[in-house]
């Protein structure tokens, strides 16, 4: 008996679907060679269903003549189809955000942002309506004076300070007690507002490190060079580079700390500037000017500010160096002192001069030899010829020890 007998066993295969085992007996004189089959399909070939009068016929089919299926090719076309347009896709949002990269500004967090700029106003407001009643316990707004020199000083010393203006300058004495605070947001906004100003610099630089040399402190921490004047120090440097008028001179100034032979540190002179300026308002020097602008404030910020132009006039004409800075500070001092009014008429010209383009127009010892008094023309120093004697033979801004006097040092 010759033929093909087809046993058909449905299992369950692999993810619940129907799996098919077929057998294959073929009975060929009385032996029978057993195929398998996995769905229908002995390896090596695939099975295809033809349906015809409701019968099902199973045909193996060679794997190799599915490529032909017009139905199968669409099939696997369709599926790569989706993919395709999702990696277009894809691509093409991610070139519209590279085209966008142009437009878009970083953005900081807020603790890495630039701190704002600072005017001398805004940080003056601040200290007027803190509390300074600690540190006003231990200003010294005057000199006590006792026997002989305070009668003496009542007689013919300058005038009082208008009962007015006692608040004021005791504000200012307090500022001057006050120590630079890194806790303190205005205190940090000064100290970034000058370096900014000075170097041109627009990002804040940390508190601490070797950059605050540039600008002309001594060391790391801006803070030790404040010993003598307190914030006040900041306060005066930072109305010299806010005001639009003296910023000129501020920048100047600051060049000329640059120079190679003729440098200078910058803001250490700047708080030499400022304790002479609050020296000569203890010793009342500035009462007649205040008295008759009525402000103290005002005044003590263009003294600073005429003290820091004398000096630099002074130390550029005659090509002064850092080996001559103890002597100039202690020539600047006394002049200032004793010429108070000479002194802000000077700047309030050389400020003219600047707006009107005219430039500097004088050196600090042709105004000086101008406005002397007759016992001064007699004297001059023997070293320069021509300079003022009696005007710059007096004590230095640091009040040097007997054993040190001599020595040329900045504080």
């Known amino acids: 008996m010759e033929g093909e007998i087809i046993l058909a066993k449905h299992i369950e295969g692999l993810n619940g679907l129907p799996q098919e085992c ?10 029978s060679n057993h195929k398998p089959e996995m769905n229908g399909v002995p390896p090596g070939h695939a099975i295809v269903k033809e349906h015809s009068n409701g019968n099902s016929l199973h045909k193996p089919v060679p794997i190799a003549a599915l490529k032909q ?4 090719q669409s099939l696997a076309a369709g599926s790569d189809q989706p993919k395709t347009e999702e990696v277009n896709s894809e691509v093409e949002r991610a070139r519209e955000e590279w085209d966008a990269l142009e437009s878009i500004q970083p953005v900081l967090p807020e603790e890495l942002a630039p701190s704002p700029l600072i005017s001398f106003n805004e940080a003056l407001q601040h200290f007027q309506t803190t509390d300074l009643a600690e540190l006003l316990k231990n200003i010294q707004p005057t000199i006590r004076r006792t026997g002989l020199a305070a009668i003496t000083h009542f007689l013919f010393g300058p005038p009082r300070l208008h009962r007015e203006l006692l608040e004021e300058r005791d504000l200012v004495f307090a500022i001057a007690q ?14 970034q507002t000058i370096y900014k100003k000075l170097t041109g610099n627009r990002n804040d630089c940390p508190r601490f490190g070797p950059h605050w ?20 120090g900041l306060m005066h440097t930072l109305y010299l580079v806010m005001d639009p008028e003296t910023l000129p001179l501020a920048r100047d100034i600051y060049k000329l700390s640059q120079h190679p032979v003729q440098n200078f540190p ?6 030499n500037m400022t304790r002479i300026a609050l020296h000569a308002l ?17 005044v003590i910020n263009d003294f600073y ?8 006039q002074l130390w550029k004409s005659e090509q002064k160096t850092i080996s001559d800075s103890g002597y100039v500070l202690k020539e600047v001092e006394i002049f200032a002192k004793k010429n108070p009014k000479q002194m802000l008429r000077r700047l309030e010209t050389f400020l003219k001069e600047r707006r009107a383009g005219i430039g ?28 003022e004697g009696k005007e710059m033979n007096f004590t230095g801004v640091c009040d040097l020890p007997a054993e040190m006097e001599g020595e040329a040092r900045l504080i």
């Open 266 to 271: 910058f803001s250490v002179m700047s708080i």
């Open 22 to 31: 077929k057998q294959t007996v073929d009975l060929t004189n009385g032996h």
């Open 69 to 72: 299926n017009g139905l199968l």
């Open 305 to 312: 500010a005429a003290t820091f132009l004398h000096l630099f």
């Open 178 to 191: 006050c120590s630079l605070d890194s806790g303190q947001p205005v205190h940090m906004r000064v100290l």
């Open 360 to 387: 500097h127009r004088a050196s600090p010892d042709s105004l000086s030899h101008s406005n002397r008094s007759p016992s001064d023309r007699g004297s001059t120093l023997g070293t320069q010829g021509t300079k």
């Open 213 to 232: 040399e540039n600008v002309g402190f001594q060391g790391t921490d801006p803070a030790t060079d404040l010993r003598g004047t307190g914030f006040l």
């Open 282 to 298: 203890r010793e009342e020097v500035l009462s007649k000017e205040c008295n008759r602008r009525q402000q103290v404030v005002g």
